[in-house]
């Protein structure tokens, strides 16, 4: 397909971010939107190589809120957007075995259900109960939601893309953006690798590669690239059905089943920021022997496949919502490792701002980009 000459609004990115952008134009009647994203596919970015986790225990009121908006539009995502997703709520089990974290966690689980978020409080031995096959002799105390659970990141990104498309979105593969054409504060449009499209309304939702975007532009978006790692197994019969998505806060290791087997992945704490999504197998061995140690039933597994994808990541682990210095360029992106999540409510908030000059669904006036320079930073400490 050519690429237009051009365009009342362009999405920048693939992912589940802009995919959900523009299928939320679209939806409240906007028209001449165009979705470009670099890759082959859709969705092949961050979003594709992600756990596909879901979850409502956050430490902060507006990534509570954000999940008790997103997570019922991905349960209702099938007879909205006619796509299945395969939302399985298995549970978020947070095992707690520092004593700072008992103490920090118990004032999240106030905050959630002051929010209407029923997260239980589990014991040590509750901890241990809940996460049968599994060493948690030193789980000090825990935390279950039996609503968070899994969702198939692909089958997302693809359901908002085909929605957007039957309603007139040009949504284009292989399109790299190569720089903006800015005059007098204002944006103007595009330069890609297939030519120039003129825009007044630019939308960047580029995850990690927001803060190379925004260069392009001449604003300075605080977005990091991080690489995170995961690998799955062969089958474990021995994992029961309903086994839970399992994280080890104190070491950032996480645990889910996938298929037959079990995908398990861990952050490094050592990881330099940049754009590698090449495995890299000596920090494998450390998050295998970690989960081992965690489930020895583990030793006995082989290796399915491994993948690495990027971490974008604010000061303050929380997203960036709306406008620039510039304007009519537009941010979505810092979503620092939980945006799949969060993916249907950003978008719809971004059509809300872009149409109506306001966030409706959820107050997130307070995650603009201004928040850096003038110090109103947000600290999420639920970040894995």
């Known amino acids: 397909m050519d690429l237009p000459k051009t365009a009342d609004i362009i999405v920048i990115g693939g992912g589940v971010m802009g995919a959900s952008t523009a299928y939320h134009l679209a939806a409240r009647g906007q028209k001449n939107i165009l979705l470009l994203e670099k890759e082959e596919f859709f969705g092949q970015g961050a979003t594709g190589r992600c756990a596909g986790g879901v979850r409502y225990q956050f430490s902060t009121e507006i990534n509570i809120r954000l999940s008790l908006e997103s997570l019922p539009m991905l349960e209702r995502f099938k007879d909205e957007i006619g796509q299945e997703i395969n939302y399985r709520k298995c549970g978020y089990l947070f095992a707690l075995t520092k004593p700072e974290d008992v103490k920090y966690f118990r004032r999240n689980v106030e905050l959630q259900h002051k929010l209407g978020v029923q997260t239980e409080w589990l014991t040590g031995d509750e901890t241990r109960r809940r996460a049968p096959r599994m060493r948690f002799e030193d789980a000090l105390a825990g935390t279950f939601n039996p609503n968070d659970g899994l969702v198939d990141p692909n089958s997302v990104v693809m359901g908002y893309v085909g929605a957007a498309q039957r309603m007139g ?34 939308v960047n939702a580029a995850g990690p590669w927001a803060g190379r975007l925004g260069k392009m532009a001449g604003v300075h978006i605080p977005i990091t690239p991080l690489r995170r790692q995961m690998l799955t197994t062969t089958p474990l019969p021995e994992l029961p059905a309903d086994f839970p998505f399992v994280i080890d806060f104190a070491q950032s290791l996480y645990f889910h089943r996938e298929g037959d ?74 979503f620092s490792g939980h945006g799949f999540m969060h993916g249907p409510i950003s978008g719809k908030l971004m059509a809300e701002y872009i149409l109506d000059g306001k966030f409706q669904s959820v107050d997130v006036s307070m995650l603009d980009l201004a928040r850096f320079e003038e110090g109103r930073l947000i600290q999420e400490y639920n970040v894995v």
């Open 169 to 202: 979105v040009e949504a284009l593969n292989n399109v790299e953006v190569t720089g903006m054409k800015v005059e007098v504060g204002k944006v103007e449009g595009v330069e890609t690798n297939k030519g120039f499209v003129a825009a007044p309304t630019v």
């Open 261 to 334: 087997g079990l995908l398990t992945g861990m952050s490094n704490p050592n990881e330099s920021p940049g754009f590698d999504q090449n495995v890299d197998e000596a920090f494998e061995l450390v998050n295998l022997e970690a989960a081992s140690a965690r489930m020895p039933l583990l030793e006995k597994a082989g290796l399915v496949s491994h993948w690495a994808g990027l971490y974008e990541v604010t000061p303050d682990a929380h997203p960036i919502f709306g406008k620039t210095p510039l304007e009519g360029f537009y941010v979505v992106a810092g």
